[in-house]
């Protein structure tokens, strides 16, 4: 038997590392292990908005991204063809946006987590989740030169995404569950300017995105229905590439650039997973996700990270029962996304809005405070809650209904 962890985590990337780091950082013995190794790429949304970079700057950790040379995004615009929705994403205190890319951020966040005292295992391959009864005691795996090894521990935490080994093992609760509803593509193109904006643009059963990254290079996404990904699937490039000539301004710059690398893309089915059990915890995909078209996934990892390993530490040092700790990870985190997870799902079908919606997007344009609010919203700074509250669009249209007069 191995020598004995307070806490395993399976997985070290944006949910695995903080939640290791935060643990070690208040004195656990902490192991994580990655069947990656350190830089490494995994097919991303790239943006951690401004909620998620206080998290980093909390965590003494924002420096280093800065330093890396990642441009700030201090405007998130959205296209609509009639007209463009443009704003502030963050506040005053949290003001812009980074999209870096994920060899960059990931290896930072593991070497935070490393720095903290957590015992990292790179190229890690876990092979079995060990249950004991009812519960989770343990992992068995092998590094890609070493031998088996099992390791036990008093909490096993799975950061290891939508595919969760730990999850898989556990059978945890599923609710809210929607099946694949889009299918997106990205690469990175050289010369092709952003100037600090994250620019969307939306049309007809059909949506693009660009934002810059690191080394000068852009991040361009486009998506159309899941309905559609087994025929598209045939010509990437082709299909992409018409869906950015719906915004022949933007088709127009693209031309002038050179696409830097092959296509990735992915689908992925929208669920909660009950995060919790006896000696398990889920964080990150592992445990909740949804549709990529509002690019909140690093957030909700730093989200997450910080919620589970603030339960696992009152658990761990006996000031709550695991239970009560656990249960309230669960409820913050569920009523924290229960509104965007909606919104984003509607989204995701690429539906055109519904005639109350335009009404509303009708009135936000042209009023600077209610545009910071819809690019807040879209970059989780507040919830769709607060933005589609009834007063706020009370004085949306009241605005609107002024500017006319």
Same mark, same amino acid.
Request: charged residues 20%.
């Given at each position: 038997?191995g020598?004995a962890?307070d806490v395993?985590? &399976?997985?070290?990337?944006c949910a695995?590392s903080p939640?290791?780091?935060?643990l =070690?950082?208040?004195?656990?013995? &902490?192991?994580?292990?990655?069947? =990656?190794?350190?830089?490494?790429?995994?097919?991303s949304?790239?943006?951690?908005?401004?909620?998620a970079?206080?998290a980093?700057a909390?965590?003494?950790?924002?420096d280093?991204?800065v330093?890396?040379?990642?441009p700030?995004?201090?405007?998130? *615009?959205?296209?609509f063809?009639?007209f463009?929705i443009?704003?502030a994403?963050?506040?005053d205190?949290?003001?812009v946006a980074?999209?870096?890319r994920r060899?960059i951020?990931?290896?930072?966040? &593991?070497?935070?987590?490393?720095?903290?005292?957590?015992?990292?295992?790179?190229?890690?391959i876990v092979e079995?989740?060990?249950?004991e009864?009812e519960r /989770?005691v343990g992992?068995?795996?092998? *590094?890609?030169h070493g031998g =088996?090894?099992?390791?036990?521990a008093?909490?096993?935490?799975?950061?290891d995404?939508?595919?969760s080994?730990l999850s898989?093992? &556990?059978h945890?609760?599923?609710?809210r569950?929607?099946?694949?509803l889009?299918v997106?593509?990205?690469?990175y193109?050289?010369g092709?300017?952003?100037?600090?904006?994250f620019?969307?643009?939306?049309r007809?059963?059909?949506a693009?995105? $660009?934002?810059p990254?690191?080394d000068?290079?852009?991040?361009?996404? $486009?998506?159309?229905?899941?309905?559609e990904?087994a025929?598209?699937?045939r010509?990437?490039?082709?299909?992409?590439?018409?869906?950015?000539e719906? =915004?022949?301004?933007? $088709?127009g710059?693209?031309?002038?650039?050179t696409?830097?690398?092959?296509f990735?893309?992915?689908? /992925? *089915?929208?669920?909660f997973?009950?995060?919790y059990?006896?000696?398990?915890?889920?964080?990150?995909d592992a445990?909740?996700?949804?549709?990529?078209i509002?690019?909140q996934?690093?957030?909700?990892?730093?989200?997450?990270?910080?919620l589970?390993?603030?339960a696992?530490?009152?658990s761990?040092? @006996?000031?709550?029962p695991f239970e009560?700790?656990m @249960?309230?990870y669960?409820?913050?985190?569920?009523?924290?996304?229960?509104?965007m997870?909606d919104? !984003?799902?509607d989204?995701?079908?690429?539906?055109?809005p519904?005639?109350?919606?335009?009404?509303?997007?009708?009135?936000v344009h042209?009023?600077?405070?209610?545009?910071?609010?819809? $690019?807040?919203m879209?970059?989780?700074t507040i919830s769709? !809650?607060?933005f589609?509250?009834?007063?706020?669009?009370?004085?949306?249209?009241?605005?609107a209904g002024?500017?006319q007069?």
């Open positions: 038997m020598k962890f395993i985590v &399976v997985g070290t990337r695995g939640t290791a780091m935060l =070690a950082r208040k004195g656990y013995r &902490v192991l994580a292990v990655d069947r =990656a190794s350190f830089p490494s790429d995994t097919v949304t790239h943006l951690v908005n401004p909620r970079v206080n980093l909390r965590w003494g950790l924002l280093r991204l330093a890396t040379g990642c700030p995004i201090h405007t998130y *615009s959205f296209d063809g009639a463009t443009a704003g994403p963050g506040t205190k949290d003001a980074y999209c870096p060899t951020l990931d290896k930072l966040l &593991v070497d935070g987590a490393a720095e903290s005292g957590a015992e990292i295992r790179q190229g890690f079995e989740i060990i249950v009864g /989770v992992i068995k795996g092998r *590094s890609k =088996a090894v099992t390791e036990h008093g909490i096993v935490v799975g950061a995404g939508r595919h080994m898989e093992a &556990v945890p609760e599923h609710y569950e929607k099946p694949p889009l997106g593509y990205y690469s193109w050289r092709l300017p952003t100037h600090g904006r620019e969307t643009f939306v007809d059963r059909r693009f995105a $660009a934002m990254t690191h000068d290079l852009t991040l361009v996404i $486009a998506g159309w229905p899941y309905a990904f025929d598209n699937k010509d990437i490039e082709g299909n992409y590439l018409k869906v950015i719906l =915004a022949p301004d933007f $088709a710059r693209l031309r002038n650039a696409r830097e690398a092959p990735a893309g992915a689908a /992925v *089915s929208n669920y997973r009950k995060p059990g006896p000696g398990w915890a889920l964080v990150g445990g909740y996700n949804r549709d990529f509002t690019a996934g690093i957030l909700d990892a730093f989200r997450d990270a910080e589970c390993a603030t696992i530490d009152q761990l040092s @006996g000031a709550r009560g700790a @249960g309230e669960q409820r913050i985190r569920d009523a924290e996304v229960g509104a997870y919104f !984003t799902c989204l995701a079908t690429l539906e055109p519904p005639p109350e919606l335009q009404q509303i997007l009708g009135a042209g009023n600077q405070a209610a545009m910071d609010g819809f $690019a807040r879209n970059a989780g769709p !809650t607060e589609f509250a009834p007063d706020n669009v009370e004085a949306i249209f009241a605005a002024r500017a007069g």
